[in-house]
């Protein structure tokens, strides 16, 4: 299978970008009958993730996570610029010889990239391609004038997308809202590859009674992500009977410990960019906190809280999170505990009964298979078989 990753926004050897490539040339080499090609921006150095085995092509000019606003020009002006980006992307998508590739897949759906990629398949429609919608398309617009004018491209390019057979998208809370339309997916999670996915099967076990309830905050440490709200909590001080673990990039967690010091119960740990690492601190906490900003999670799911998951650890999410609540609410029900996104709703947390906890560990093991599931790297490349090879178990 000749397969071909489409990721402008791969930037660093850190995040769901990197581990998923990662995770697909771990794939290819140990299983085989995957020859791997990755088109990224052009200035993207693929010496920043090591050593893999794919074909790199830095080929890509518009970089997946730029931003777009009307700079106070007149909205037709600013949309006449966007239009021109999206032609530079169909110029780019057009040089890496699409047909040539059994499969073409976006893992995250950058609204121009996908757009350009959306014109192309109408002209080849043979085209296998798989998209996975991870975020809103507002997370794009640095203005309101953008967000609707990328809104309604996303929804334009969804629409296509129904419309042809070799197109799959799926997404992480299981639908998406874009252009006036709402469309229910396939849930798929950030790929593992099967080694992968059998080390946390091996990993995952149920608490200890006798310890302290570990909770956690996992990666980079942005305000998006509840890390102001863990910062201020533990400005007051931990209980006696709860442990904070936090895991992240090694140049931020030089910086915590210097803002934090190493009070009792504080645990910093430096996360090298080895996905293994990474699954073991996570399997060092017992509750994962998800205290991120409602303003952009109403809509968007986090990959993290699957892997807490998969590992078996309860949930602490954030009220007004719907997309992470909702994917909770279906795939690891009892497994979470919702509180204001505040530091006084996490102080709140810290103070519930430690049956709490060990009943939100019991159901999150209960429901650690079938999450693990959505991250089976098997469901993700079957879009890229004849239509009439699928299973239907790839639209679960």
């Known amino acids: 299978m000749r397969l071909l990753l489409v990721d402008p926004g791969l930037s660093s050897p850190y995040g769901h970008n990197a581990a998923t490539v990662r995770e697909l040339d771990l794939q290819a080499r140990e299983r085989g009958g995957i020859a791997l090609d990755i088109a990224t921006h052009v200035g993207f150095d ?4 090591g050593a893999t085995h794919c074909r790199w092509r830095p080929r890509l000019r518009l ?4 931003r777009f606003a009307s700079a106070g020009v007149p909205r037709a002006t600013a949309e006449a610029e966007w239009r021109e980006w999206l032609a530079l992307c169909v110029q780019d998508l057009e040089g890496l010889d699409l047909p040539s590739f059994d499969g073409i897949w976006m893992p995250t759906a950058y609204p121009l990239h996908l757009a350009a990629l959306a014109q192309l398949a109408l002209r080849m429609p043979a085209l296998r391609v ?3 919608l991870l975020m809103p398309a507002r997370f794009w617009a640095a203005d309101a004038s953008a967000g609707v004018w990328l809104d309604g491209l996303m929804g334009r390019s969804l629409q296509t997308a129904a419309r042809l057979a070799n197109w799959h998208v799926y997404s992480e809370s299981g639908q998406v809202q874009a252009g006036g339309l709402r469309l229910a997916t396939p849930t798929l999670l950030t790929p593992l590859a099967d080694a992968t996915r059998h080390r946390l099967d091996a990993l995952r076990a149920p608490p200890s009674p006798d310890s302290p309830i570990r909770f956690g905050f996992m990666g980079e440490p942005l305000a998006r992500k509840g890390f102001a709200v863990v910062s201020q909590a533990l400005a007051a001080a931990l209980p006696p009977d709860i442990a904070l ?6 140049h931020h967690a030089a910086r915590a ?9 504080l645990h910093i740990r430096a996360l090298g960019t080895d996905n293994a690492a990474y699954f073991d601190a996570l399997n060092e906490i017992d509750v994962l906190l998800a205290l991120y900003n409602p303003g952009l999670h109403d809509e968007q799911m986090s990959g993290i809280v699957g892997e807490a998951i998969a590992l078996g650890k309860a949930v602490l999410v954030g009220a007004g999170c719907e997309a992470i609540l909702a994917f909770l609410r279906r795939w690891a029900p009892g ?42 790297v098997a469901r993700h490349l079957r879009f890229a078989a004849p239509a009439d ?8």
Do not use: N
């Open 46 to 49: 693929p010496a920043a993730l």
């Open 63 to 66: 970089h997946g996570y730029a």
């Open 130 to 132: 798989q998209v996975g």
């Open 245 to 250: 673990r936090l895991a992240m990039p090694a």
């Open 257 to 265: 410990r210097v803002l934090h010091g190493s009070p009792p119960g």
């Open 335 to 376: 497994s979470f505990q919702i509180v204001p996104p505040t530091p006084d709703g996490l102080r709140a947390a810290w103070q519930l009964p430690p049956s709490v906890w060990a009943s939100c560990r019991r159901e999150a093991m209960a429901a650690a298979a079938r999450v693990l599931a959505l991250k089976d």
């Open 389 to 396: 090879d699928r299973p239907d178990a790839a639209r679960a």
